[in-house]
């Protein structure tokens, strides 16, 4: 056969095993969250193979939150820091597994399927969105789903996820009064955005 010669692979960043994900956070994913809230859509993921900590760093636990976490607690720092705007999340959270898409907060919710529209974009058809008012809901929401998940035995790992998932959170805001301000989502009183978390 033909021998392919070395290809270089060039990397933005190399975190040590010693770095903690709130650093990992501030460096890769705060900059994506920012962006949400200012009415862009930005997606946060983990690519990996099994056992490499990618359930893990999006996670996290209570003593060492996640990617997912830290982003949660930014937007309502971020909305608590913003007076003159009033706000509407909604998250929701769905699992592929074997090529299906099931949804987490939802578990009877199986076999969804993704639709695509001029208005919306892409999205899953079904997927139940929960308004959420607090990072502690928000959490509890992503509790339950976990509970959801297809794990299982893997040589690597005691329980491993089993399947890819997508937790999502619109952000919609707009200004109290009604009129845009500058330099706020570049003068657009009424914003949208959305971020995604996803350990692939």
Same mark, same amino acid.
């Given at each position: 056969?033909?021998?392919?010669?070395?290809?270089?692979?060039?990397?933005?960043?190399?975190?040590?095993?010693?770095?903690?994900? +709130?650093?990992?956070?501030?460096?890769?994913?705060?900059?994506?969250?920012?962006?949400?809230?200012?009415?862009?859509? @930005?997606?946060?993921?983990?690519?990996?193979?099994?056992?490499?900590?990618?359930?893990?760093?999006?996670?996290?636990?209570?003593?060492?939150?996640?990617?997912?976490?830290?982003?949660?607690?930014?937007?309502?720092?971020?909305?608590?820091?913003?007076?003159? +705007?009033?706000?509407?999340?909604?998250?929701?959270?769905?699992?592929?597994?074997?090529?299906?898409?099931?949804?987490?907060?939802?578990?009877?919710?199986?076999?969804?399927?993704?639709? !695509?529209?001029?208005?919306?974009?892409?999205?899953?058809?079904?997927?139940? !969105?929960?308004?959420?008012?607090?990072?502690?809901?928000?959490?509890?929401?992503?509790?339950? /789903?976990?509970?959801?998940?297809?794990?299982?035995?893997?040589?690597?790992?005691?329980?491993?996820? +089993?399947?890819?998932?997508?937790?999502?959170?619109?952000?919609?805001?707009?200004?109290?009064?009604?009129?845009?301000?500058?330099?706020?989502?570049? /003068?657009? @009183?009424?914003?949208?955005?959305?971020?995604?978390?996803?350990?692939?």
């Amino acid at each position: 056969g033909k021998v392919i010669s070395p290809q270089p692979f060039t990397f933005d960043h190399i975190f040590t095993p010693q770095c903690d994900t +709130r650093s990992i956070y501030n460096h890769v994913a705060k900059g994506a969250v920012d962006s949400s809230m200012s009415g862009f859509n @930005s997606t946060i993921f983990a690519y990996g193979q099994t056992s490499s900590g990618k359930t893990f760093t999006m996670r996290g636990k209570a003593s060492k939150p996640g990617i997912i976490p830290l982003a949660v607690e930014d937007v309502f720092r971020t909305i608590e820091n913003s007076p003159d +705007r009033e706000y509407l999340l909604r998250v929701s959270y769905m699992e592929i597994y074997n090529e299906v898409i099931s949804d987490l907060l939802e578990p009877e919710s199986t076999n969804l399927k993704v639709h !695509e529209d001029t208005n919306r974009g892409v999205f899953v058809g079904g997927l139940k !969105e929960e308004i959420v008012t607090s990072a502690d809901q928000v959490l509890r929401l992503m509790q339950a /789903g976990e509970a959801h998940r297809h794990t299982g035995k893997t040589n690597m790992n005691e329980q491993s996820s +089993r399947s890819h998932t997508i937790f999502r959170m619109v952000i919609e805001s707009r200004e109290r009064d009604g009129r845009a301000k500058k330099g706020s989502g570049g /003068g657009r @009183s009424a914003l949208e955005g959305a971020v995604q978390g996803a350990p692939l």
